[in-house]
């Protein structure tokens, strides 16, 4: 049996696809690493999408979002698999 650990994530959620699509758009220009996953379950996001990034990338990640305008849900730490 694997023995996965879980990890802090840092999550935000959108109520669209087309702000989600942004937000990886964005990051991928920005260097900024991290990936599209379907919305946790503990947390809700219209879309069903999600951005999934270390912890440490919220300072930019913020940053991100004000400055290019990405309408986001929510911002959460989440333990995630």
């Known amino acids: ?10 999550i935000v959620t959108f109520a669209s696809v087309t702000e989600a699509m942004q937000m990886e758009e964005t990051c991928k220009k920005a260097n900024i690493n991290g990936r599209l996953i379907p919305t946790p379950k503990e947390l809700s996001g219209g879309c069903g999408l999600a951005w999934s990034c ?4 919220e ?23």
Do not use: C, D, G, Y
């Open 1 to 10: 049996m694997l023995n996965r650990q879980k990890k802090t994530r840092l």
């Open 54 to 57: 270390a912890p440490e990338e």
């Open 59 to 81: 300072a930019p990640v913020m940053a991100l979002l004000n400055s290019n305008e990405i309408h986001f849900t929510q911002v959460s730490l989440l333990e995630l698999f």
